[in-house]
């Protein structure tokens, strides 16, 4: 099997098994990111260097944001849905978890605004989709 700095880059030698180490997950994911963000630079979206320094300056701001942001941008939009599991597991009222959601949500609003809009609509939108007999109610009277 060949390697670089010790990561497997072939396939392994006859009865060799490879275990997928931390470093070599953490090299797949980098490898993936940087794919994406040239993908990103080749298609004149937006620069992927200037994403890189939104995504750190939301980090440094707020990284409790920073994980709800990547949560939410891969799919998981749990963090702004269930406001009562998550008062509930710490022991806080719904209302606690929604203003502090709102206030970590202010502060990336400063630097990546349009991010903030997005999240935004993803909540009203699965909100929509969670409980239809709520929505249907109120147009009821």
Do not use: W
Not at 16 to 38: F, G, V
Not at 41 to 56: D, N, P, Q, R
């Amino acid at each position: 099997m060949l390697t670089i700095y010790q990561q497997p880059i072939t396939q392994p030698d006859r009865g060799e098994r490879t275990e997928r180490t931390a470093e070599a997950e953490l090299a797949a994911i980098a490898a993936e990111i940087a794919a994406r963000l040239d993908e990103m630079e080749s298609i004149k979206l937006m620069s992927g260097g200037a994403l890189v320094s939104k995504f750190a300056a939301c980090r440094s701001i707020s990284p409790v944001a920073f994980r709800m942001t990547l949560q939410l941008l891969s799919g998981n939009v749990l963090p702004l849905l269930s406001y009562a599991d998550r008062a509930a597991a710490r022991g806080v009222s719904k209302q606690t978890v929604y203003l502090e959601t709102k206030n970590e949500l202010e502060r990336v609003r400063h630097i990546f605004p349009q991010l903030v809009l997005a999240l935004e609509v993803m909540r009203r939108n699965a909100l929509a989709h969670e409980d239809p007999t709520s929505n249907a109610d109120s147009l009821r009277d």
